[in-house]
Nanobody, 127 residues
Framework: QVELVESGGGLVQAGDSLRLSCAAS????????MGWFRQAPGKEREFVAA????????YYADSVTSRFIISRDNAKNTVYLQMNSLKPEDTAIYYC????????????????????WGQGTQVTVSS
């Protein structure tokens, strides 16, 4: 069992930066691949970024590549999402999630394959 708690969301202006954190409970955090997803009002949940259990592989949605950076600190049981050059279209609730799939490199973007989810943190970007 893994419990995930996101933090770091808020209201910012376009062009600003935010860093989201996702703290995990449990001693097996380092064995989970981690992902960030987001859901805007009236839209489906979408993939944002993912990182393998070791941190050696990262993946990004085209819409955030070169602006967002995902990282993790297994000693602190925490995964981060550094968001730079924020745009109004980044406004959403951001969720972190965990999975242990053997084919992570091929399915990191599939929300249904993630076992555990946090409650989400709101990010609002004003223009």
């Amino acid at each position: 069992q893994v419990e995930l708690v996101e933090s770091g969301g808020g209201l910012v202006q376009a062009g600003d930066s935010l860093r989201l954190s996702c703290a995990a409970s449990g001693r097996t955090f380092s064995s989970y691949h981690m992902g960030w997803f987001r859901q805007a009002p009236g839209k489906e949940r979408e993939f944002v970024a993912a990182i393998s259990w070791s941190g050696g592989n990262t993946y990004y949605a085209d819409s955030v590549t070169s602006r967002f950076i995902i990282s993790r600190d297994n000693a602190k049981n925490t995964v981060y999402l550094q968001m730079n050059s924020l745009k109004p279209e980044d406004t959403a609730i951001y969720y972190c999630a965990a999975q242990k799939g053997a084919y992570f490199s091929g399915n990191y973007y599939v929300a249904s394959l993630y076992y555990y989810w946090g409650q989400g943190t709101q990010v609002t970007v004003s223009s």
